[in-house]
């Protein structure tokens, strides 16, 4: 099965997520995507974030009839960090080949993620063009070291084994939506997920309800 993933808040998640990520599976042949909602994402404030339970929700709904599992695993895993989440799943799903998808905004400042060297070493790397953000992604230091791995996508629809590190660079239409929109329109919205009880797609188990003062580091950095 080739998977890709997608991690971030999804706070909350909106059509946006759905578009890149359907665009991103057609683009790579992927048979299926995971959303990695993070308990916590450091390079976030932690003011506005809604409960767990509440954003898992949120992505459950985004991803209905599409081909996405939404999934909390890091709570499970007990990591801290995205390096040390990928590395695990690698491990625990030998028989799957992953592809780390994120969008230019993340490129930009993917040098500041702790062992981002390690991320790219661990699967491949796809980055969907963002709207603002292209022009900062190229010029990153994370990209001059990247820059040696680009390959194009055709390389990584081929049926062979991936290798890392590999970097391949998606454009598509660009998509307006974003979380701090979808906020400022509907202030409340986690409180349609109150009384949620998500159950995890990946490992089947339910969601924990967290408070703020449970939530740890989480996918980003």
């Known amino acids: 099965?080739?998977?890709?993933?997608?991690?971030?808040?999804?706070?909350?998640?909106?059509?946006?997520?759905?578009?890149?990520?359907?665009?991103?599976?057609?683009?790579?042949?992927?048979?299926?995507?995971?959303?990695?909602?993070?308990?916590?994402?450091?390079?976030?404030?932690?003011?506005?974030?809604?409960?767990?339970?509440?954003?898992v929700s949120s992505a459950r709904k985004q991803a209905r009839r599409a081909p996405v599992?939404?999934?909390?695993?890091?709570?499970?895993l007990g990591t801290r960090y995205t390096a040390d989440t990928l590395r695990q799943l690698a491990r625990r799903y030998p028989k799957r080949q992953f592809v780390w998808l994120m969008g230019s905004d993340n490129l930009a400042q993917f040098h500041l993620w702790r062992d981002w060297r390690l991320i790219a070493r661990t699967m491949p790397i796809a980055v969907i063009a963002r709207p603002g953000y292209d022009a900062d992604a190229m010029t990153s230091p994370a990209m001059a070291w990247l820059r040696r791995y680009r390959v194009p996508a055709a390389r990584l629809r081929k049926r062979g084994r991936w290798s890392a590190p590999a970097l391949v660079f998606l454009r598509f239409d660009p998509d307006p939506r974003s979380a701090t929109a979808r906020r400022k329109a509907w202030p409340d919205w986690a409180a349609a997920y109150a009384a949620a009880t998500p159950r995890d797609a990946v490992t089947h188990r339910p969601i924990k309800h967290d408070s703020m003062a449970d939530i740890r580091e989480g996918i980003g950095v």
Do not use: C, Y
């Open 69 to 76: 599992r939404v999934t909390a695993i890091e709570q499970q």
């Open 1 to 55: 099965m080739r998977t890709g993933l997608l991690g971030g808040s999804f706070n909350p998640a909106h059509g946006g997520h759905r578009r890149i990520t359907l665009f991103a599976m057609d683009a790579l042949g992927l048979d299926e995507a995971w959303w990695l909602v993070s308990p916590r994402n450091p390079l976030k404030a932690a003011k506005g974030m809604a409960p767990l339970s509440a954003r």
